[in-house]
């Protein structure tokens, strides 16, 4: 594809249901972020891979959140135990590698998002 | 703990004018920024990198300044038109690791 690809846009849940976030990243790039959004807010880190490996989950706001890459391509994010506090805009962005201590200093490029809704 | 200001207010401008964005940080000192647009619903593209021995690059009609002293970031647009109405993110950083400002949101009327 040409862009990242993230779905579905829209996901609304119940207080308590589980979700699964997906990102499809540009074919090739090594690397593969995650942010959440809150409105009116720039984006927050929550955690980065390279490939499979996750290296960084210090984001993550608790342990109700994982995240797997598990081919090192397409990533899902899942929340258990949804939150009203986890309504947001969650981001993907993948980049080529460009390593810098084991980081891509490259340029992101971001899918447009799922928003997701806790009722 | 690292800290990145931008206008919280939003910027309005008439177009053909030049729009000045700001970007100030503190409590470290990142190797390189990145600047982004994000329109509504959409997610951030790129616009412009800056690494810190460069005080200044363009890009067509845009152009950011990176002053490690002041710990402050400009970007300018030159020629301002409607179509760059948009919230503009900064990005400073020593990793991919992003840590945004909030954005600051320009709107150039006609």
């Known amino acids: 594809g040409a862009g990242v690809s993230q779905s579905p846009r829209y996901k609304v849940a119940k207080r308590g249901q589980d979700v699964a976030l997906r990102c499809d990243p540009i074919?090739?790039?090594?690397?593969l972020f995650w942010y959440q959004q809150a409105l009116g807010q720039g984006p927050e880190f929550l955690t980065y891979?390279?490939?499979?490996?996750?290296?960084?989950k210090s984001g993550l706001p608790s342990d109700r959140f994982f995240a797997e890459r598990p081919e090192g391509s397409v990533s899902t994010l899942k929340i258990q135990r949804t939150q009203q506090e986890d309504s947001a805009v969650y981001l993907c962005?993948?980049?080529?590698?460009?390593?810098?201590?084991?980081?891509?200093?490259?340029?992101?490029?971001f899918g447009d998002g799922t928003r997701l809704s806790i009722l | 703990s690292q800290k990145i200001e931008q206008n919280s207010e939003a910027l309005n401008i008439q177009e053909g004018k030049t729009a000045t964005l700001t970007c100030n940080y503190t409590?470290?000192?990142?190797?390189?920024l990145q600047w982004y647009r994000q329109d509504p619903g959409r997610g951030p593209v790129f616009l412009l990198l800056?690494?810190?021995?460069?005080k200044e690059k363009r890009k067509e009609r845009l152009k950011v300044t990176f002053d490690t002293t002041l710990k402050q970031s400009l970007f300018h647009i030159t020629a301002s038109q409607p179509a760059d109405s948009a919230t503009y993110l900064c990005?400073?950083?020593?990793?991919?690791?992003?840590?945004f400002g909030q954005g600051t949101t320009l709107q150039v009327k006609p």
């Open positions: 962005a993948s980049s080529l590698d460009s390593s810098r201590g084991g980081w891509s200093n490259q340029p992101q490029h």
């Open positions: 074919s090739g790039h090594v690397s």
């Open positions: 891979f390279q490939n499979e490996a996750q290296l960084d």
């Open positions: 409590n470290y000192s990142p190797a390189y």
């Open positions: 800056i690494r810190e021995n460069e």
């Open positions: 990005a400073p950083s020593n990793t991919g690791k992003l840590i």
